[in-house]
């Protein structure tokens, strides 16, 4: 099939799980086209069956706010025409399921659009009384909508009172960029965790994210002082974002300056999973948590919180733990439990990278991705 994939080419899941479903199809040898306003970021080396379309806004000083929307449509339908595409796939449902509509009435092909929507798209930006009516437009003209999970597909039609048939298809890593850790602390891993000063005896605490206020980072920190007290450990803090000076004040204000690690946007995420024990994600929103994932199949054990699709990824008590949103004294009591009994550690360990391996597996993913492209195509949904 020829598929056109736009998506947010930055650091975000959405743009990841796009690029990397791309480059899944594109191994299959579909003929991929990712039209975006850059590279998109996991793409490190040109790869067969993959063509890059840039979107170069016009900056024309008339123009207040640069008319991203309309530039990418007319770069899909100019593609779609070229290329003679069979069918786009558009990830985040603003602007990009839109700009999909658009640039079918403007290309000379009545080319099929699949829409995967991704969380904030529907729980943030839906409840915008400026955005709710064009997230439904390009909801209800899309031929097929998928989310993330079942609990973003049951919030979407709540939240934008859409009747939309909406298909779950869950995230996934691709297996070998998450390589499992080894059980026995390898030499490599030592010297990057001596590399950032934490001492072999001490616990790694992992939490990954764009330090949104929806990430509950202070839960996180709080979490982490009650460990910290019990256990000799560390808290790695990757990425950037608006709170991330808030979260700096409370580590000041607990003295857990030198205990906690800001170590900014990172790129390569996977060599901080390999020296972790534990990963902390306790969001008051999440549709999915896609770093769960990339943690998980690394091998290090999640407590996450009951929000939005969490608990589908976590099966609690079985494959890691889940606590209320804001309740640091559940999340730490199970903190210390992991962190002071190896075995229990092990076997969820086990039970996590087994589960991981079935539920979420590329393969499996890519093939039900497969199926929808081939069921629009043969006119589901008509
Ligand atoms: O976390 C964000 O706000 C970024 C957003 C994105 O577009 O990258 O993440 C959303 O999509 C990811 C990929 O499907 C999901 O794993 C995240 O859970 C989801 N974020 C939220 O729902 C808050």
Not at 34 to 52: E, G
Not at 80 to 96: G, I, R, S, T, W
């Given at each position: 099939m020829k598929i056109g994939i736009t998506c947010?080419?930055?650091?975000g899941g959405s743009g990841i799980i796009a690029t990397e479903l791309g480059i899944k199809l594109a191994e299959r040898g579909h003929d991929i086209h990712f039209i975006t306003s850059?590279?998109?970021?996991?793409?490190r080396k040109p790869l067969p069956n993959i063509t890059f379309h840039q979107v170069e806004v016009n900056q024309y000083?008339?123009?207040?706010?640069?008319?991203y929307d309309i530039t990418l449509s007319t770069k899909i339908a100019e593609v779609v025409n070229e290329y003679d595409l069979d069918l786009l796939h558009m990830h985040y449902a603003v602007p990009h399921a839109i700009c999909g509509i658009l640039a079918k009435h403007m290309s000379e092909k009545d080319i099929k659009i699949m829409t995967t929507l991704h969380g904030t798209d529907i729980t943030v930006l839906g409840y915008d009384h400026s955005l709710k009516n064009a997230i439904k437009f390009g909801i209800e003209g899309s031929d097929i909508v998928t989310s993330v999970s079942q609990s973003l597909a049951d919030q979407t039609k709540e939240i934008i009172e859409t009747d939309k048939d909406i298909v779950p298809i869950y995230n996934f890593v691709r297996e070998n960029e998450f390589p499992t850790k080894p059980t026995i602390p390898t030499e490599k891993n030592e010297k990057l965790k001596s590399c950032y000063?934490?001492?072999?005896?001490e616990k790694v605490l992992i939490h990954v994210s764009?330090?949104?206020?929806?990430?509950?980072i202070d839960t996180i920190v709080d979490t982490f002082a009650k460990v910290h007290k019990q256990i000799p450990s560390k808290l790695l803090l990757l990425g950037d974002g608006p709170e991330l000076m808030n979260v700096k004040k409370q580590a000041r204000s607990l003295n857990l300056e030198d205990k906690i690690?800001?170590?900014?946007?990172?790129?390569?995420?996977s060599d901080f999973y390999q020296i972790s024990d534990i990963k902390l994600l306790l969001s008051e929103?999440?549709?999915?948590?896609?770093s769960l994932l990339e943690a998980m199949k690394t091998g290090v054990v999640p407590i996450g919180s009951t929000a939005g699709g969490i608990k589908e990824v976590i099966k609690h008590n079985e494959t890691g733990y889940i606590v209320n949103v804001g309740d640091s004294e559940a999340a730490s009591k199970y903190a210390i439990e992991l962190l002071t009994k190896p075995e229990l550690y092990k076997s969820m360990q086990e039970k996590m990278l087994t589960d991981v391996s079935e539920r979420f597996s590329s393969e499996l993913i890519t093939d039900q991705y497969e199926y929808y492209y081939k069921k629009m195509l043969e006119g589901y949904n008509d």
């Amino acid at each position: 099939m020829k598929i056109g994939i736009t998506c947010y080419p930055s650091m975000g899941g959405s743009g990841i799980i796009a690029t990397e479903l791309g480059i899944k199809l594109a191994e299959r040898g579909h003929d991929i086209h990712f039209i975006t306003s850059n590279i998109p970021f996991r793409i490190r080396k040109p790869l067969p069956n993959i063509t890059f379309h840039q979107v170069e806004v016009n900056q024309y000083s008339v123009f207040q706010y640069p008319p991203y929307d309309i530039t990418l449509s007319t770069k899909i339908a100019e593609v779609v025409n070229e290329y003679d595409l069979d069918l786009l796939h558009m990830h985040y449902a603003v602007p990009h399921a839109i700009c999909g509509i658009l640039a079918k009435h403007m290309s000379e092909k009545d080319i099929k659009i699949m829409t995967t929507l991704h969380g904030t798209d529907i729980t943030v930006l839906g409840y915008d009384h400026s955005l709710k009516n064009a997230i439904k437009f390009g909801i209800e003209g899309s031929d097929i909508v998928t989310s993330v999970s079942q609990s973003l597909a049951d919030q979407t039609k709540e939240i934008i009172e859409t009747d939309k048939d909406i298909v779950p298809i869950y995230n996934f890593v691709r297996e070998n960029e998450f390589p499992t850790k080894p059980t026995i602390p390898t030499e490599k891993n030592e010297k990057l965790k001596s590399c950032y000063g934490i001492k072999p005896e001490e616990k790694v605490l992992i939490h990954v994210s764009n330090f949104r206020s929806v990430k509950r980072i202070d839960t996180i920190v709080d979490t982490f002082a009650k460990v910290h007290k019990q256990i000799p450990s560390k808290l790695l803090l990757l990425g950037d974002g608006p709170e991330l000076m808030n979260v700096k004040k409370q580590a000041r204000s607990l003295n857990l300056e030198d205990k906690i690690l800001f170590l900014g946007k990172q790129n390569w995420v996977s060599d901080f999973y390999q020296i972790s024990d534990i990963k902390l994600l306790l969001s008051e929103k999440e549709s999915f948590g896609l770093s769960l994932l990339e943690a998980m199949k690394t091998g290090v054990v999640p407590i996450g919180s009951t929000a939005g699709g969490i608990k589908e990824v976590i099966k609690h008590n079985e494959t890691g733990y889940i606590v209320n949103v804001g309740d640091s004294e559940a999340a730490s009591k199970y903190a210390i439990e992991l962190l002071t009994k190896p075995e229990l550690y092990k076997s969820m360990q086990e039970k996590m990278l087994t589960d991981v391996s079935e539920r979420f597996s590329s393969e499996l993913i890519t093939d039900q991705y497969e199926y929808y492209y081939k069921k629009m195509l043969e006119g589901y949904n008509d």
